[in-house]
């Protein structure tokens, strides 16, 4: 059975930084590309982030480009979301994904 599970998220203040982390089991981790996907209240889930199975390629929404970085550690079966320059718009409940499995999920609030 799949299991993602995230979790470093909080309250923090804009301009500010966190580290997302989710650890994968259940499967073979390091053969499986990973993604970060965010929901807004009252908004549809948008993708954040992809890394591929060796962590040598990733991808970012334009959205968050230049701010978010993924990185994984597949002897840990962990995979990373680093936030910096926080903005209140990224206010949202961030998820990892591998294929159509995705974690609960663990809250960034970015306010003053």
């Known amino acids: 059975e799949v299991q993602l599970m995230e979790s470093g998220g909080g309250l923090v203040q804009p301009g500010g930084s966190l580290r997302l982390s989710c650890v994968g089991s259940g499967f073979t981790f390091s053969s499986y590309p990973m993604r970060w996907f965010r929901q807004a209240p009252g908004r549809e889930f948008e993708w954040v982030s992809t890394?591929?199975?060796?962590?040598?390629?990733?991808s970012y929404a334009d959205s968050v480009k230049g701010r978010f970085t993924i990185s994984r550690d597949n002897a840990k079966n962990t995979v990373y979301l680093q936030l910096n320059s926080l903005k209140t718009e990224d206010t949202a409940i961030y998820y990892c994904?591998?294929?159509?499995?995705r974690g609960p999920g663990t809250q960034v609030t970015v306010s003053s």
């Open positions: 890394i591929d199975s060796t962590g040598g390629s990733s």
């Open positions: 994904w591998k294929g159509l499995d």
